[in-house]
T-cell receptor
C-alpha cells in the first residue's frame, strides 16, 4: 500500500518558472526522499531529508519537511525542459528498511 | 559499477504461463526490493530482502507470486500462473548496508495476454 499522497497529480509550466510539488505521508518516518522517473525508465534518487531536518538544498532543488503536518514539498527552481518527468516522494519507516512511494507528480516543462 | 540489472527488459506471455523476472543488485548491496508499477496503483512494494532473507512479503498480491534470493547477487520474482491483471512494470532496487537511497534497475515491462 502507498504511504502518502502527492499533489498536484500533474503540473505544466513554462521553462524558467519554478515548480512546487507536495507530499503527505501517514506514519512516523526515519527520512523522506524524492525520486525522479523519466518515461519508461527506473527511478533515480534526487535528495533525502531526515526526520530531524526542516529544509535541504541541492543545486536547483529545495526540499522542506514538516513532521508535525506529515508533509514535504519539493521546489525546482528555474525549470528546464529536461526536468520533464514524474517525481515521487518516498518514506522510510522508523526501522529504516521499508521504503514506500507516493503516487507521484507528473511535471511537464514547456520550452 | 553496472548498476542494478534486470532481465528481461520486456516480456509478453499468455495467461496461465509461468513468468520469471530476474535481478542482479549492485555488488555489495545487502537489501533488495521488488516493486510493481501500474497507472492505477502506482508503485507498490511487493517484497524486500535483507542479507538474502525475506523480511516483509506483505505486499505480494497472491500466492501466485513468489520471490527468492538464493545469494547476494541474484533474485527472482516468479508469477505462476500469470493473469492479464499482472501486466505492469516490475522494478528491482537495491541499497547498501546503512544506505538510505535506493538504486533502481530499468524494469521489466510485463504484458500478459
Amino acid at each position: 500500500s502507498q504511504q502518502g499522497e502527492e499533489d498536484p497529480q500533474a503540473l505544466s509550466i513554462q521553462e524558467g518558472e519554478n515548480a512546487t510539488m507536495n507530499c503527505s505521508y501517514k506514519t512516523s518516518i526515519n527520512n523522506l526522499q524524492w525520486y525522479r522517473q523519466n518515461s519508461g525508465r527506473g527511478l533515480v534518487h534526487l535528495i533525502l531529508i531526515r526526520s530531524n531536518e526542516r529544509e535541504k538544498h541541492s543545486g536547483r532543488l529545495r526540499v522542506t519537511l514538516d513532521t508535525s503536518k506529515k508533509s514535504s514539498s519539493l521546489l525546482i527552481t528555474a525549470s528546464r525542459a529536461a526536468d520533464t518527468a514524474s517525481y515521487f516522494c518516498a518514506t522510510d519507516d522508523t526501522g529504516g528498511f521499508k521504503t514506500i512511494f507516493g503516487a507521484g507528480t507528473r511535471l511537464f516543462v514547456k520550452a | 559499477d553496472a548498476g542494478v540489472i534486470q532481465s528481461p527488459r520486456h516480456e509478453v506471455t499468455e495467461m496461465g504461463q509461468e513468468v520469471t523476472l530476474r535481478c542482479k543488485p549492485i555488488s555489495g548491496h545487502n537489501s533488495l526490493f521488488w516493486y510493481r508499477q501500474t497507472m492505477m496503483r502506482g508503485l507498490e512494494l511487493l517484497i524486500y530482502f535483507n542479507n538474502n532473507v525475506p523480511i516483509d512479503d506483505s505486499g505480494m498480491p497472491e500466492d501466485r507470486f513468489s520471490a527468492k534470493m538464493p545469494n547476494a547477487s541474484f533474485s527472482t520474482l516468479k508469477i505462476q500462473p500469470s493473469e492479464p491483471r499482472d501486466s505492469a512494470v516490475y522494478f528491482c532496487a537495491s541499497k547498501g548496508t546503512g544506505g538510505e537511497k535506493l538504486f533502481f534497475g530499468s524494469g521489466t515491462q510485463l504484458s500478459v495476454l
